[in-house]
Every structure is written in structure tokens, then in C-alpha cells.
């Protein structure tokens, strides 16, 4: 199993970017997927979660801003980005939990993408 993320990048603060997250492979079933986020010298923080049902969960600083949804045909979580700030830097980490062949749970990540928000 794979996890390929894309669409981080520069922008103003104010901007927007969407994320996407594709996993590819041996996939049986796909239940929760996220994203999370790390900043220069900080831990890594859960941004926003969706379940297969699609509940949805937000840390608190991204509610109102940040959209997350999925298509479960591709197998792709996307994190829509909106009135981006500065603290919202950080590279950005996809995580999906995947059975591979239809028994035993796992937590898959992507590589991450790097998200910069200018002033």
C-alpha cells in the first residue's frame, strides 16, 4: 500500500490550496483518513479526520477554514484550504487506515507536502 500526497506549495496569507491524498495498492477496505500536520519544531497535529460514514472532525484553529472530504471510488482524501494563515505553515501528512486484504487493520502514511503561508 501507498499513500501519494500532492497540491502543498507557497501562498499569501488569505490564499488557498487543496490537498489530495490517493492510496494505491492492496486495498481491501478504507475506514478513517486524515490529515495531520507538523511545524518547524513543533509535533505533529491531527488537522482533520473523516470517517467511511463521513463524520467529520476538526482541530479547533481549522474549523470554518479547512474542508475535508473523500471519494471513496479513488480511494483519495482531499483537505480544501481556505483564508490560509501564517501558522498553518507546516508540512502536511495524510494518514489512512487500510486493511489490505480484509482481516487485520493498519495506519498508512503519505510522504507529506509542504504547505507555506506567507505574510
Known amino acids: 500500500v501507498q499513500l501519494q500526497a500532492s497540491g502543498g506549495g507557497l501562498v499569501q496569507a488569505g490564499g488557498s490550496l487543496r490537498l489530495s491524498c490517493a492510496a494505491s495498492?492492496?486495498?481491501?477496505?478504507?475506514?478513517?483518513m486524515g490529515w495531520y500536520r507538523q511545524a518547524p519544531g513543533k509535533q505533529r497535529e491531527l488537522v482533520a479526520t473523516?470517517?467511511?460514514?463521513?463524520?467529520?472532525n476538526y482541530q479547533d484553529s481549522v474549523k470554518g477554514r479547512f474542508s475535508i472530504s473523500r471519494d471513496n471510488a479513488k480511494n483519495t482524501v482531499y483537505l480544501q484550504m481556505n483564508s490560509l494563515k501564517p501558522e498553518d505553515t507546516g508540512v502536511y501528512y495524510c494518514?489512512?487506515?487500510?486493511?489490505?486484504?480484509?482481516?487485520?487493520?493498519?495506519?498508512?502514511w503519505g510522504q507529506g507536502t509542504l504547505v507555506t503561508v506567507s505574510s
Open positions: 473523516i470517517t467511511n460514514g463521513i463524520t467529520t
Open positions: 495498492g492492496s486495498i481491501t477496505s478504507i475506514n478513517i
Open positions: 494518514n489512512v487506515n487500510i486493511s489490505p486484504y480484509g482481516s487485520r487493520w493498519y495506519k498508512y
